[in-house]
T-cell receptor
Framework: ETGVTQSPTHLIKTRGQQVTLRCSSQSGHNTVSWYQQALGQGPQFIFQ???????GRGNFPPRFSGLQFPNYSSELNVNALELDDSALYLCASSLPGTDTQYFGPGTRLTVL | EDQVTQSPEALRLQEGESSSLNCSYT??????LFWYRQDPGKGPEFLFTLYSAGEEKEKERLKATLTKKESFLHITAPKPEDSATYLC?????????????FGKGTKLTVNP
């Protein structure tokens, strides 16, 4: 059984650009959540997807958007990048009917 | 609003010196309290879930306990490989989803 995987591992963008981050959930996990972790902080909830629909969102602007695909993999898209978007972006998946979330290794995004 | 506070922010121990990390929380109704371990630049690794006051769980040198207002992560005879940031989180409803609300973590360093 494979765990949660994310790609790319890290990337560098400039202010104003757009970025897409990808996540493959753990086998059988149909719920995917995305978190942003700034340096020295705990992860902050961005949104959650279940059955290809967004079913909960944290305090992030609309330029943060996502998708979930029929195979439960997911994307996080961020438009009009700002310097403060520099962070570790974490994807987490969970089994149906459970609340324990398993995290991937993260994508380190640097915005210059 | 649900909140999690962890203390201390950083802790240095000698190998074999036992100690405890604290996680205090404010929630409208506890649905689950989670402990994760995070190594630098990596995603959080799941350790424990606790649901009700008085519950305890153990894994190797770690034991997590829960009261109505706080949780403790006890580390017995730690080894250098236990060095990491330990994150505490509570499950909180957000729309139709369950998000995790994290503390800032306790950075543990175990010296040989």
């Amino acid at each position: 059984e494979t765990g949660v995987t994310q790609s790319p591992t890290h990337l560098i963008k400039t202010r104003g650009q757009q970025v897409t981050l990808r996540c493959s959930s753990q086998s059988g996990h149909n719920t995917v959540s995305w978190y942003q972790q700034a340096l020295g902080q705990g992860p902050q909830f961005i949104f959650q997807y279940y059955r290809e629909e967004e079913n909960g969102r944290g305090n992030f602007p609309p330029r943060f958007s996502g998708l979930q695909f029929p195979n439960y993999s997911s994307e996080l898209n961020v438009n009009a990048l700002e310097l403060d978007d520099s962070a570790l972006y974490l994807c987490a998946s969970s089994l149906p009917g459970t609340d324990t979330q398993y995290f991937g290794p993260g994508t380190r995004l640097t915005v210059l | 609003e649900d909140q999690v506070t962890q203390s201390p922010e950083a802790l240095r121990l000698q190998e074999g010196e036992s100690s405890s990390l604290n996680c205090s929380y404010t929630v409208s109704g506890l649905r689950g309290l989670f402990w994760y371990r995070q190594d630098p630049g990596k995603g959080p690794e799941f350790l424990f879930t606790l649901y009700s006051a008085g519950e305890e769980k153990e894994k190797e040198r770690l034991k997590a306990t829960l009261t109505k207002k706080e949780s403790f992560l006890h580390i017995t005879a730690p080894k250098p490989e236990d060095s990491a940031t330990y994150l505490c989180a509570v499950s909180s409803p957000q729309g139709g989803s369950e998000k995790l609300v994290f503390g800032k973590g306790t950075k543990l360093t175990v010296n040989p």
